[in-house]
């Protein structure tokens, strides 16, 4: 069994007091994986919620057979595999690990069990995961801006209207 007090450097079980703990132990499995390892595939159903121990996940989207870009990394005390939370979901990218990884995993299914029984857990937890989530919308929002933003045509327009309101 995990101890508690692994479980307690993961940022989302930060908040869950020892109790909620103690109910969510029995169902953690601790997984290993090596570099270059696949955790799981863009589409693949969404069976499992990860926690990083230790090591470095790389969040992956291939958008042709020869490019691949890196959408995001997980680093220890972070979880991935969100849409594991939502029923019959399936995965939105690929989680590739960087370097040897330990990873904490629950199934779905008890960890929905789980959260639906014990309605504070499920609050905390859910509270935590749209911390999460909005963190990492408003980074990638700010990505995609700055791309926008950088782009020669852009540029050239930016440049076009400031031209244009100093000869007003």
Known sequence: MVPKEDLKQIVILGYLDDQMLEKLQPFIDLLIFHENDVVFREED??????????????????????????????????????????????????????????????????????????????????????????????????QFLRAIKNHPDMKALLSDQKNTEELK
């Open 45 to 142: 159903m969404a069976d499992r919620f990860y926690m990083l121990k230790r090591g470095k996940i790389l969040l992956e989207k291939q958008i042709s057979e020869k490019i691949t870009i890196s959408v995001g990394s997980v680093k220890a005390g972070f979880s991935f595999g969100w849409s594991s939370m939502l029923d019959g979901e399936s995965y939105t990218t690929d989680a590739i690990c960087a370097e040897t990884c330990e990873v904490f995993s629950v199934k779905r299914e008890r960890l929905l069990n789980l959260l639906s029984t014990d309605h504070s857990m499920g609050y905390l937890m859910t509270q935590r995961l749209l911390r999460v989530v909005k963190k990492r919308l408003d980074h990638r929002t700010e």
